[in-house]
Structures are given as structure tokens and as C-alpha cells.
């Protein structure tokens, strides 16, 4: 993350257990770098559970505008991937966007 970023997009999908391996190549390759590509920075985390797996993105905005630029206008709006429905518990609705007011990350 930079210290320009205002703005963070968290994105939350939810696999079974047993598609979840599958699905975080799947991740990094097709959804990721359209990320890379636009954002300041952005993250990607796994919560491996009993019978289920999270995944949650969250990147990095200077600004919403440029946010709603990446999405085509809402900031809220999803770009599933086109193996989403097949991966995925449920296909999410919206994707959650947050002010920063606080940052601080370990340095190198």
C-alpha cells in the first residue's frame, strides 16, 4: 500500500473446503491483475475453515473516483470472474468500500 491510498475496496468470496485450492491460482491469475494494474496496492488473504475457505482482497484507492473508474461508474459494483459461480458458496452482491483513517504497516 502507498501512502497516497484513502480509499480501500474489500472484496469477500467463500469456497468449500475441498474447491479452495482450486480456486486461489484461479484468483491470482484472473482476478489479481486487473488489480495490479489499476490500484495503489492491494492484498490478498485465506481463511482456511472446517468445511469452507474466505478469500478477501483488499486494495487500494487514491480516491473513490478513481475507484468508480475501475468499476465502470459504482464503486460497489463486482466483477465476478467467469468461473466465479463455479467456485464460489454464494456469488457476493457488493463489495464493502472504507475511508482509511489509520495506516500503519511494518516497514522493510
Known amino acids: 500500500m502507498t501512502d497516497n491510498a484513502t ?3 474489500i472484496w469477500r468470496g467463500r469456497t468449500r473446503r475441498d474447491l479452495a485450492d482450486a480456486y486461489e491460482p484461479y484468483l491470482r491469475r484472473e ?3 486487473p488489480l495490479q494494474e489499476k490500484a495503489l496496492g492491494l492484498q ?3 481463511e482456511d475453515r472446517e468445511e469452507e475457505t474466505e478469500f478477501v482482497t483488499i486494495s487500494y484507492w487514491p480516491d473513490v ?3 468508480a473508474s475501475f ?3 459504482d464503486p460497489h459494483k463486482i466483477h465476478h470472474l467467469p468461473r466465479d459461480e ?3 458458496i454464494e456469488l457476493p452482491r457488493r ?3 472504507m475511508r482509511i483513517l489509520v495506516s500503519q504497516l511494518p516497514r522493510d
Open 44 to 46: 490478498l488473504f485465506r
Open 7 to 9: 480509499i480501500a475496496r
Open 65 to 67: 473516483e478513481a475507484m
Open 95 to 97: 463489495v464493502t468500500v
Open 71 to 73: 468499476t465502470g461508474g
Open 86 to 88: 463455479e467456485f464460489l
Open 31 to 33: 482476478g489479481i491483475p
